[in-house]
């Protein structure tokens, strides 16, 4: 009897961990799609010839984005082409370099109200 109950203990030991994996396993699958959403985008920072930082955002998808840049509250919005890179948005104050900027992309479909701001 001893016996018995020690192998019950242990499948049931077993199915709990089976439990915890699936759960696990399904997280994972669940969050993997989520983490890669966010459309692929590169920034290039540079100070012109002038002294004032500046950006260049670049769309590496084949989907027209919803993008601003921010610096200092002020933010220029527009939308991205696909495959294209934005014109240089230049900082208004020598004293702001590249980590005062703030960038943001999205797909279009998702924020209709960028369709009224410039395209690059």
């Given at each position: 009897?001893?016996?018995?109950?020690?192998?019950?203990?242990?499948?049931?030991?077993?199915?709990?961990?089976?439990?915890?994996?699936?759960?696990?396993?399904?997280?994972?699958?669940?969050?993997?799609?989520?983490?890669?959403a966010l459309p692929k985008v590169n920034?290039?920072?540079?100070?012109?010839?002038?002294?004032?930082?500046?950006?260049?955002?670049?769309?590496?998808?084949?989907?027209?984005?919803?993008?601003?840049?921010?610096i200092d509250g002020h933010k220029v919005?527009?939308?991205?082409?696909?495959?294209?890179?934005?014109?240089?948005?230049?900082?208004?104050?020598?004293r702001f370099n590249y980590k005062n900027?703030?960038?943001?992309?999205?797909?279009?479909?998702?924020?209709?109200?960028?369709?009224?701001?410039?395209?690059?």
């Amino acid at each position: 009897m001893h016996q018995k109950s020690a192998i019950l203990d242990d499948e049931v030991y077993i199915q709990k961990d089976m439990k915890i994996s699936h759960y696990f396993f399904l997280a994972l699958a669940v969050i993997s799609p989520m983490s890669m959403a966010l459309p692929k985008v590169n920034n290039t920072f540079s100070v012109s010839e002038s002294g004032f930082a500046r950006v260049q955002v670049h769309n590496d998808t084949f989907e027209m984005l919803a993008c601003y840049v921010a610096i200092d509250g002020h933010k220029v919005k527009f939308q991205l082409r696909p495959k294209s890179s934005t014109n240089w948005i230049t900082a208004t104050d020598k004293r702001f370099n590249y980590k005062n900027f703030s960038t943001w992309c999205d797909y279009l479909d998702v924020h209709p109200k960028y369709n009224a701001y410039r395209i690059y």
